[in-house]
Every structure is written in C-alpha cells, then in structure tokens.
T-cell receptor
Framework: RKEVEQDPGPFNVPEGATVAFNCTYSNSASQSFFWYRQDCRKEPKLLMS???SGNEDGRFTAQLNRASQYISLLIRDSKLSDSATYLC??????????????FGSGTQLTVLP | DVKVTQSSRYLVKRTGEKVFLECVQD?????MFWYRQDPGLGLRLIYF???????EKGDIPEGYSVSREKKERFSLILESASTNQTSMYLCASSSGNTIYFGEGSWLTVV
C-alpha cells in the first residue's frame, strides 16, 4: 500500500457543484495533514492544514477521519477558478523535520461552465 | 510572505552538459529541498538540506548533486545532463511541516 493515495480523478464538475475527494494514508501515527493546490505549470501552494478533526475556510472544508485513515477535501459552489490539481501531503510522524513529507500524486479537478 | 526564487525558469541543455539550478529563500528557513515532478509520477524528492553544508539524499539522487554554502541558497547540479532528466524541478523551503515552493524550473535536455 502506498503511504499516501489519492482519488485518481480527473473530476469534471459543472460550475456551482459540490465536489469531494479523498486521500488515504498508511501511517496511523500521522498527526498533521495538508492540502496543496497546483495550477497547470505552476508550483504547489498551501490550501489548508488539518491538525484535528477538520478545518473550514469559506467554500473549502477539509475533514480528517482517523479511524479510517483518510482526509477529504470538500469544495462547495465550485468556481471555474477552482480548476487545478489538489495534492494531499502527509508528514511522517516524529520525523523532526519536513524531510519526511509524503505527497499524493494529486487529483485533477476541472470545473466546467 | 515566504519567497522562494528559482532563477532559471526555462532551460534547454544538451546531453552531457553540466547544469546548475539555483534557489534562494528569504525566510531564514533551515530546511531546503529539490524535487522533480513528472506526469503520472508526482513529486519526487531528489535531495534535501537541513542546515548549511548539510545534505541528505532523497528518493532519486542518482545523477544529481547539491550545494548549500549559505543558509538562503540551495543549488542543484546535474553533472552530466541526460534526456531522462528532462523535467520540472521544484525548489522548496520549510520551517516545521509547512513547505513553500519556488515557481519551478523547466529543464529540457536534448
């Protein structure tokens, strides 16, 4: 099993739709989680951090399910500008440095007019 | 805001050439990284550094070396470029678990 796995996508949704994708992780001791957004031919940028049960920022909600070892990203009222690849990032626990960051392969989202 | 700057955005090099990719960060971060990103393979760690003159191999160090003479600068070196090193290279820095990326360097080796 990969350390971090994401829904393969691509997700093509109409504008205004609600879309959710998941990220599963293998190490049950992981404590913090991140979602990054990467636009085409651009660098990844931090979207949200998740340290406990979840986090909400406007139309974006990240939830953590420790029992099933996954985090999800929910986007409500999708905008054309939400089209991007979303990367799940999981630091390995007790690593002491960011060296042990594990990246998912990304989920591609396209919001259609 | 954190700023990670990669000086070369687009390069075309010939097979066998020595290639330098430079990266500078302005937030006094201890950790700096070099990744490459290829379609279908995601981000792969080449090397990272947790202090000046300190470096550790990542997952795919073969064919690469790095240099960190100053805290703010981390260089990636391809001693003899090969076509399979055509990729997008991302430099990053971090303090703690949040990582910040540069804009990327697109390298084509012909």
């Amino acid at each position: 099993r990969k350390e971090v796995e994401q829904d393969p996508g691509p997700f093509n949704v109409p504008e205004g739709a609600t879309v959710a994708f998941n990220c599963t992780y293998s190490n049950s001791a992981s404590q913090s989680f991140f979602w990054y957004r990467q636009d085409c031919r651009k660098e990844p940028k931090l979207l949200m951090s998740v340290y406990s049960s979840g986090n909400e920022d406007g139309r974006f909600t990240a939830q953590l399910n420790r029992a099933s070892q996954y985090i999800s990203l929910l986007i409500r009222d999708s905008k054309l500008s939400d089209s991007a690849t979303y990367l799940c990032v999981v630091p390995l626990p007790s690593s002491g440095s960011a060296r042990q960051l594990t990246f998912g392969s990304g989920t591609q989202l396209t919001v259609l007019p | 805001d954190v700023k990670v700057t990669q000086s070369s955005r687009y390069l075309v090099k010939r097979t066998g050439e020595k290639v330098f990719l430079e990266c500078v960060q302005d937030m006094d971060h201890e950790n700096m990284f070099w990744y490459r990103q290829d379609p279908g393979l995601g981000l792969r760690l080449i090397y990272f550094s947790y202090d000046v003159k300190m470096k550790e191999k990542g997952d795919i160090p073969e064919g690469y070396s790095v240099s960190r003479e100053k805290k703010e600068r981390f260089s990636l070196i391809l001693e003899s470029a090969s076509t399979n090193q055509t990729s997008m290279y991302l430099c990053a820095s971090s303090s703690g678990n949040t990582i910040y990326f540069g804009e990327g360097s697109w390298l084509t080796v012909v």
